[in-house]
Antibody, heavy 122, light 109 residues
Framework: EAQLVESGGGLVKPGESLRLSCAAS????????MNWVRQAPGKGLEWVSS????????FYTDSVKGRFTISRDNAKNSLNLQMDSLRAEDTGVYYC???????????????WGQGTLVIVSS | QSALTQPASVSGSPGQSITISCTET?????????VSWYQQHPGKAPKLLIY???ERPSGVSVRFSGSKSVKTASLTISGLQSEDEADYYC?????????FGGGTKLTVL
């Protein structure tokens, strides 16, 4: 069974940095696009970033461009999100999610990790 | 600007059916035939319910179904049960990003 487990969340001050990790198991990690999705307290889901299977293609939502860096280590089945210059509005639960697709089909997220909480506050 | 619009809340009684709509209000989305739906219970991670508008993953109850008409995708839950009370999100994608609807809170009366 495919499983994702995030870690690295915590409480930091505005302007500080944090590195999130997501450990994958139960599937061929190197074959899948991976994503980070976040959720501010009491708010909806917001896509943050995606990285292709070979790291050739990387995309970010506008609000984190230049501050966040997504990366992956296929040898270690690990997805990372380096978050610099953190702001209060970055507070929320961060989920990693596998992007699944099939021939002739679209794309969807499955599974999701349990999430890791990031709090940016002075 | 890509946007998917959902009603903020819907409600229904046990045994009834409800429908949640998700309307695309931009032309950026690659192909609105590829909408997915997610269920999220409080404090839990989202769970895939529907992909490719109407396909149901194994393990998801047949009470959940999806459909689409032009720019509006819909999630229907039949035979409402108390455990269906949750937040529901639709999602689609452009060539460089993903878009989520604002979410709909389902209350089972």
């Amino acid at each position: 069974e495919a499983q994702l487990v995030e870690s690295g969340g915590g409480l930091v001050k505005p302007g500080e940095s944090l590195r999130l990790s997501c450990a994958a198991s139960g599937f061929t990690f190197s074959s899948y696009i991976m994503n980070w999705v976040r959720q501010a307290p009491g708010k909806g889901l917001e896509w943050v970033s995606s990285i292709s299977a070979s790291s050739s293609y990387i995309f970010y939502t506008d609000s984190v461009k230049g501050r966040f860096t997504i990366s992956r280590d296929n040898a270690k089945n690990s997805l990372n999100l380096q978050m610099d210059s953190l702001r209060a509005e970055d507070t929320g639960v961060y989920y990693c999610a596998r992007e699944h697709t099939a021939a002739g089909s679209g794309r969807w997220f499955d599974p999701w990790g349990q999430g890791t909480l990031v709090i940016v506050s002075s | 600007q890509s946007a998917l619009t959902q009603p903020a809340s819907v409600s229904g009684s046990p045994g009834q059916s409800i429908t949640i709509s998700c309307t695309e209000t931009s032309s950026d989305i690659d192909d609105y035939n590829f909408v997915s739906w997610y269920q999220q219970h409080p404090g839990k991670a989202p769970k895939l319910l529907i992909y490719d508008v109407s396909e149901r993953p194994s393990g998801v109850s047949v009470r959940f179904s999806g459909s689409k008409s032009v720019k509006t995708a819909s999630l229907t839950i039949s035979g409402l049960q108390s455990e269906d009370e949750a937040d529901y999100y639709c999602a689609s994608y452009t060539s460089t990003s993903w878009v989520f609807g604002g979410g709909t809170k389902l209350t089972v009366l």
